[in-house]
């Protein structure tokens, strides 16, 4: 069966991050893509020039009525704009209580521009950390999530992926891209189980864009057709690493361009 996977975020009008990328990633994958928008931004591959957050009532009115007609098999979250709208999409989490949720934190986008007000950085820690599966920080999204320095080593990843637990996080993907350095080495840690590493070499590009919500994505469309989170986490991870490897095969803007999310659906030299 083809599982229904909604994205609960913000949208991204060069089509690199956000609802486009989630939406590319499910169909990608297999998955039938549902989304709800939270957040409308003015952005393209250079930066982020304004964001309108969409009324948390409304969030609210999306996601009751898209629950009350399908099927949904797993949810990804991204961009929430305000306490607000975190408030609004944990209610209904809490009434619908979705089999398999990953909660990317989107705080800061690529070209450094914040997406998520300091002030709303409680309010995710308390209201959504504690209904997620997963969640899928990179280091200055977890620094942030926990008040402290961004993790300089694998040794202070370990530690912050515990104190994230310790907030109400069942599972941490802790991702290790922003140690620098020829690896990219990503901590899985999953309720009770023993911390596991997850080793990948750097893909050698500049074209980023969209790539965690990209693995938040592909973690969700996966899930529902894997035995378990560490499955579907490698295979995320696989596709991901194509999909960045093969960027430099699109020409979108003059910044930071998106992965190339159907680099194994479209012929090479389109």
Aim: aromatic share 4%; with cysteine.
């Amino acid at each position: 069966m083809i599982p229904n996977v909604l994205t609960i975020a913000g949208s991204d009008p060069s089509g690199g991050a956000g609802i486009q990328a989630d939406l590319k990633t499910f169909s990608a994958l297999g998955a039938f893509g549902t989304s709800v928008i939270t957040a409308l931004t003015a952005q393209n591959t250079r930066g982020v020039t304004g964001v309108h957050a969409v009324p948390a009532a409304f969030v609210r009115e999306q996601l009751d009525t898209l629950f009350a007609d399908v099927a949904i098999a797993a949810v990804k979250i991204g961009m929430l704009a305000d306490p607000a709208v975190i408030d609004a999409v944990a209610e209904v989490l809490e009434r619908k209580r979705p089999r398999h949720v990953v909660l990317d934190p989107v705080m800061v986008a690529k070209s450094g521009d914040r997406l998520l007000p300091a002030a709303a950085v409680a309010a995710l820690r308390s209201r959504l950390l504690p209904l997620a599966d997963l969640i899928t920080p990179n280091l200055p999204e977890a620094a942030d999530l926990l008040g402290l320095p961004q993790a300089d080593s694998t040794t202070a990843m370990e530690r912050q992926a515990a104190a994230l637990r310790e907030c109400g996080a069942r599972g941490v993907l802790l991702k290790g891209g922003h140690l620098g350095g020829p690896a990219s080495p990503d901590l899985l840690w999953l309720d009770d189980d023993d911390p596991l590493w997850l080793p990948a070499v750097r893909v050698d590009t500049r074209h980023g864009h969209g790539t965690g919500c990209t693995l938040s994505a592909a973690i969700a469309a996966l899930r529902p057709r894997r035995p378990d989170w560490p499955g579907a986490v490698r295979d995320a991870k696989a596709y991901v690493g194509a999909a960045l490897a093969a960027a430099g095969r699109l020409e979108v803007g003059g910044g930071c361009g998106p992965v190339h999310h159907f680099h194994a659906l479209w012929p090479a030299e389109a």
